[in-house]
């Protein structure tokens, strides 16, 4: 913990600082802040919001706003921690002097329109009334028009190096090293070789799976690279041979460790025909691995576990089964005939078609990817619109998911309704965005 307490003493050093001036043994309030040094203290504000500091947060807002009651980010990011805290009259209270000083800003109306759903509707989850408040807004794109700027470290979507904690990672048991080794970017040589060291006796699947991807990536040097894609690839047949109906495990397999410029050996398309036959992409939700580290670094009381855990479900998505597949196609392509050509074609439309059962986006995305391959191989008009059409409505909706940037908003409790919405159903989750 010594590296996330270092950076909030050093947030705390700076906010004094900048409101007592330097060596000032009391809080001088009559002294003047530049612009630049009331941002500087919204954004503290806003990362101690993150962490559910609420009342931290309200301290170095009211230094804020006795200097400048008129300060838009100060008001907003207090209506914001009302809200957050269920004090909706004190919200009501704030949002109007928000609406006294920018009335027509997107995030203005959207706030006043959380209020009401708040108040209306209190069981109504955070993520549907976000969602409401947005389009009641005329979904304005919140990229281009938000109070907080975008590096102030409330969304979920930032680099996690809990391993990179030296003392946090000295001291762990080999269970929290485990779920920080799944979560952290990037990965130190020793992580490296300590979590290629723990893979033979790993039998949970799924956590298998998200450190080999860790272990295929990491950015070691060549002696250690070898030896740690050595044990992840040894592992990649292990599983396959444990759970010879899960498509990922088999894909993995095959790919895990081959350069993709590679074409496929007449061995390597029998394999990809046997495994395209598979009903079955993943045969176990991935979210399960995301609560599974969750438990393990909230147990052990990891700063920004949920975001840790999150990162841990993002790196088990995809491996070599994903890029190195379509590379490895394009690779392969120019040697084949006609037949041949016919074969890697349906077996890759099959396994894409395997993988759009799945629900996250990157799925979704690369399974179009390995369709589109396939539709083109086959030189199959009808395929190719197919999947031209659902790769149109997928843009559409990341474009809006763009747009909404929820990470623009310091509530706590809607960034971790909508990061439980992402890990159990993203595409359902984000489709609710197009309605």
Not at 389 to 417: C, F, H, K, M, T
Request: glycine share 4%; proline share 6%; with cysteine.
């Amino acid at each position: 913990m010594q590296a996330f307490a270092g950076r909030r003493h050093c947030e705390w050093t700076l906010a004094f600082i900048l409101v007592a001036g330097c060596g000032a043994p009391v809080v001088q309030p009559e002294r003047p802040l530049s612009a630049d040094e009331l941002s500087k203290l919204v954004q503290i504000a806003a990362n101690q919001a993150s962490e559910r500091e609420l009342a931290e947060a309200h301290q170095i807002l009211d230094s804020v706003l006795e200097r400048e009651p008129r300060h838009a980010p100060a008001l907003f990011l207090r209506a914001c921690l009302f809200l957050e805290a269920n004090d909706l009259t004190f919200a009501d209270r704030a949002i109007a002097s928000l609406e006294g000083v920018a009335p027509g800003h997107p995030q203005t109306k959207m706030l006043r329109s959380l209020l009401r759903l708040r108040e209306n509707t209190p069981a109504l989850r955070w993520s549907d009334a976000y969602f409401s408040a947005w389009r009641e807004a005329g979904r304005p794109d919140l990229n281009a028009q938000h109070f907080i700027p975008a590096n102030v470290e409330f969304g979920f979507d930032l680099p996690i190096n809990s391993a990179g904690d030296s003392e946090r990672w000295n001291n762990a048991d080999p269970k929290l090293r485990l779920a920080l080794a799944l979560s952290s970017v990037p990965l130190s040589e020793a992580q490296a070789l300590w979590l290629g060291s723990q893979l033979p006796a790993l039998r949970d699947p799924l956590m298998a799976i998200g450190a080999i991807n860790r272990l295929l990536e990491s950015p070691a040097s060549e002696a250690v690279k070898e030896r740690v894609q050595a044990a992840a690839r040894e592992k990649a047949r292990e599983l396959a041979k444990a759970n010879p109906g899960w498509m990922q495990v088999r894909l993995m397999e095959l790919l895990a460790g081959t350069q993709r410029e590679t074409p496929f050996s007449a061995a390597d398309l029998d394999e990809l025909e046997k495994i395209s036959k598979m009903q079955s992409y993943r045969a176990e939700p991935l979210s399960r691995l995301f609560f599974e580290v969750l438990s393990i670094l909230e147990a052990t009381q990891t700063p920004r576990a949920s975001a840790a855990a999150f990162m841990a479900f993002v790196n088990a998505i995809d491996g070599p089964e994903g890029f190195t597949l379509t590379k490895r196609t394009a690779a392969t392509i120019p040697g084949l005939d006609p037949n041949d050509r016919r074969r890697l074609g349906e077996a890759l439309w099959a396994i894409g078609s395997a993988r759009l059962a799945e629900t996250t986006a990157l799925d979704q995305l690369l399974a179009h990817m390995t369709r589109k391959a396939a539709a083109e191989l086959l030189g199959d008009q009808l395929r190719i619109s197919e999947v031209q059409n659902q790769l149109a409505r997928g843009r559409a909706i990341l474009a809006g998911s763009r747009q909404a940037a929820v990470d623009s908003w310091p509530i706590p409790s809607l960034q971790e309704d909508w990061l439980l919405s992402t890990v159990t159903d993203e595409m359902k989750h984000l489709a609710a965005l197009a309605e």
